[in-house]
């Protein structure tokens, strides 16, 4: 008789999203796997840290971290905390690490990054997306703020064999460690929705210098907030993934009640990180001109941004 063991997670990135909920799945007890790359030498010796608003101060020490892939298990689960501009770079590390029949989740803002993935990764291998809603920010090396929120919408987009039985599985294994999760039956569209915030908040958020809070209290920053929000959710429609009623009136709404956030794509710029323009903007962008609609604010968005980031 085979012993069942408990899945296997590897989280790939312990950034403010890998750290974040990597922190929560092995504070639960499961089996969880770090690969890092600048983090490493400090998380090894000191552990994750998570100052948050909703948990509190925790700290988990002598976690099971790894500098390189070779050195890592097998994993059965896989949890792309890492940044969509280093997919392509992580495909061969996804492949080395997953255990036959893994199931990869991108935990990632933007459009189609599934479909960008996909083809660099045997058909063997499950992929799933992971839209996280959570105020989060890496305040340093090894050391996570958390702000608000944390829920995760899973949605299932290829594999072989049983997607909803995956998907569930899935589900079930972040609820384990008291994570929000639901699970969405339409990825894309579930990634339109999310975009209907990214879209406004991220790029504004450089180009401004500002927080949520400063440019929802200015009317011209609110307005244009609003303008971009309703650009995606036509684009989003022409694509044929029409998005709930008055949608960007709840989001406008949330922000004003979240606390005062710097989104990622302001810490990536501020950082000399490079910026996630092609999966926020770019994509949405593409799929709105196949669909016939332009996005003439949001190309003008990224347009801007490009500059900055040229420079």
Known sequence: MVEQRSPRIGIIGAGAIGGYYGILLARAGLDVHFLLRSDYAVVAEQGLRLDSVVHGQLHLSNLQV???AASMPACDWLLVGAKTTSNAELAPL?????APGAKVVLLQNG?????????LLPDSLHLLGGLCFICVHRAA???IVHQAYGGINLGYHSGPGDGEAVLAEGVALLRQAAIEANPVANLAQARW????????????SVLLNSGTAAMMQQADSRALIASLMEEVIAAAAASGHALPEGLADKLLLATDRMPDYLPSMYHDWQLGRVME???VYAAPLAAAAAAGVRMPQTRMLLQSLRFLEAR
């Open 66 to 68: 790894y500098a390189d």
């Open 94 to 98: 996804l492949v080395q690490i997953a």
């Open 111 to 119: 459009l189609a990054v599934e479909e960008a993935l996909r083809p």
């Open 141 to 143: 090396a090894g050391q």
């Open 193 to 204: 929705q999310k975009l209907v915030w990214n879209v406004p908040y991220n790029g504004l």
């Open 277 to 279: 323009l092609d999966a």
